[in-house]
């Protein structure tokens, strides 16, 4: 709660529920990948052997989930392989007590490594390191990019070719059908944009409004909005925080001085405040241009932009929400026409690695939702399933014969009766 600035509610469902999860699935998909063993014929043993990785993993955790950097961590840890972790300085005190409880619970010391540092410092380091087998990463696009350049223009330096595991940003939408519920639409919203701040890579952050709801919706935004308190995280009635840093404060300022420069308009919000914390109103923008920048670029924060679509225009704006930026992590559409959720579903295929219906786009839980997303949103490994694990491990095929053969001649050289 105090160092990543969560409400009660939010940090309970990270930093406890959500590490707990990981931990208890995670053991089970191990087993299920220990039991996928290959077919053994009369007289022969085949087994398959999953090896850990032949040097270390990276890990680097962003600020934002306490439970990611407990993951990135943890699951190439269960599948053999020794970690060395950097997590975002935002999040230091919770890595810190993090492996502390992981140490008290009998994790061996140096299973995990727990370096602070200047990100650059420590990651030319490990990433330069010929004994490096793997990247587990969760945080910018940029960042991401940069760590696969550096494998890539160096990568006969490794003893093996490291595996890089990804999960990065997210332009998040919220697209309703014309038949769609708008106070549904609207809960969603809100729920979906500013719990946590936006601060998730799940967080909606453009939305994709039809004509004939756009009033009520509008309206139920400019009743509800302002009623959301804000402030310590301590006061249990807060349901917003400040946001991370300085530098996301200005990331938010920023955004909305452009909107009100370009002549969009602010539906509602758009003040900010740091007199004492870094404290951004929920806001939610409107656009005429679906190519605005804030329709495109992470924010990361408590902003959300919207864009009203002719109501008759439902096939062109499914190709539009596809067509947008150049992220695919997650996606809601909300529709009462079951035909109208089929087409988004065919349509939108590639648009986003979770997909939700007539719910917001956040909340994955682990064993339910496995996690993750593909074009510049990451690896798309699947957080919370055997898909990432698997990653963690090298296997070995055995062939044991139980009876070998003393003669090379084979039958079918014998000479006929």
């Known amino acids: 709660?105090?160092?990543?600035?969560?409400?009660?509610?939010?940090?309970?469902?990270?930093?406890?529920?959500?590490?707990?999860?990981?931990?208890?699935?995670?053991?089970?998909?191990?087993?299920?990948?220990?039991?996928?063993?290959?077919?053994?014929?009369p007289?022969?043993?085949?087994?398959?052997?999953?090896?850990?990785?032949?040097?270390?993993?990276?890990?680097?955790?962003?600020?934002?989930?306490?439970?990611?950097?407990?993951?990135?961590?943890?699951?190439?840890?269960?599948?053999?392989?020794?970690?060395?972790?950097?997590?975002?300085?935002?999040?230091?005190?919770?890595?810190?007590?993090?492996?502390?409880?992981?140490?008290?619970?009998?994790?061996?010391?140096?299973?995990v490594n727990l370096v602070f540092g200047p990100g650059?410092?420590?990651?030319?380091?490990?990433?330069?390191?010929?004994?490096?087998?793997?990247?587990?990463?969760?945080?910018?696009?940029a960042v991401?990019?940069?760590?696969?350049?550096?494998?890539?223009?160096?990568?006969?330096?490794?003893?093996?070719?490291?595996?890089?595991?990804?999960e990065t940003g997210g332009k998040d939408f919220i697209l309703a059908h014309p038949s769609a519920d708008p106070a549904a639409v609207a809960t969603a919203i809100v729920r979906g944009s500013f719990e946590y701040q936006g601060q998730k890579c799940s967080a909606s952050s453009r939305l994709y409004l039809p004509s004939n709801l756009w009033g009520e919706?509008?309206?139920?935004?400019e009743r509800e909005i302002p009623t959301i308190a804000?402030?310590?995280?301590?006061?249990?009635?807060?349901?917003?925080?400040?946001?991370i840093d300085r530098s996301s404060f200005e990331t938010q300022s920023a955004a909305i001085a452009e909107a009100r420069e370009t002549g969009a308009e602010i539906v509602t919000g758009g003040n900010v405040?740091?007199?004492?914390?870094?404290?951004?109103?929920?806001?939610?923008?409107?656009?005429?241009?679906?190519?605005?920048?804030?329709?495109?670029d992470e924010l990361f924060g408590p902003v959300v932009t919207a864009y009203v679509y002719d109501e008759e225009r439902w096939s062109d704006t499914l190709g539009l929400v596809d067509e947008t930026g150049t992220y695919a992590l997650t996606g809601a559409v909300f529709a009462n026409d079951r035909a109208a959720i089929g087409q988004a579903h065919d349509v939108l295929r590639y648009a986003a690695g979770n997909f939700y219906v007539n719910?917001?786009?956040?909340?994955?839980?682990?064993g339910q939702q496995p996690f993750g997303g593909a074009r510049a949103s990451g690896t798309n490994d699947k957080a919370g399933s055997m898909w990432n694990l698997i990653r963690w491990v090298s296997p070995r095929t055995v062939k044991e014969t139980l009876v070998p053969p003393t003669d090379y001649r084979y039958p079918f050289l014998q000479p006929d009766a």
């Open 43 to 111: 007289g022969v043993w085949n087994r398959m052997e999953y090896r850990p990785l032949e040097g270390f993993v990276f890990a680097i955790s962003p600020f934002n989930f306490t439970a990611i950097g407990a993951n990135l961590t943890t699951s190439p840890a269960l599948m053999g392989n020794t970690v060395v972790w950097k997590p975002a300085s935002t999040q230091a005190l919770s890595a810190w007590y993090t492996l502390r409880l992981l140490e008290e619970a009998g994790l061996p010391p140096g299973v």
């Open 144 to 166: 991401f990019q940069s760590i696969w350049r550096t494998i890539g223009g160096g990568i006969d330096r490794y003893r093996n070719y490291p595996r890089i595991v990804g």
């Open 230 to 243: 804000m402030g310590d995280v301590r006061d249990f009635t807060n349901f917003m925080g400040a946001v």
């Open 1 to 41: 709660m105090l160092n990543q600035s969560k409400t009660a509610h939010q940090a309970e469902i990270d930093a406890a529920c959500e590490t707990i999860d990981f931990l208890r699935f995670n053991s089970e998909y191990l087993v299920r990948i220990y039991e996928e063993q290959p077919i053994s014929s």
């Open 120 to 141: 650059a410092e420590l990651g030319d380091a490990a990433l330069t390191s010929p004994e490096l087998a793997g990247v587990h990463f969760t945080g910018s696009t």
């Open 273 to 296: 405040d740091d007199s004492e914390g870094w404290f951004v109103e929920p806001t939610v923008i409107k656009t005429e241009d679906p190519g605005f920048r804030l329709m495109q």
């Open 359 to 366: 719910d917001k786009p956040t909340g994955a839980v682990v």
């Open 217 to 221: 919706i509008r309206e139920t935004l």
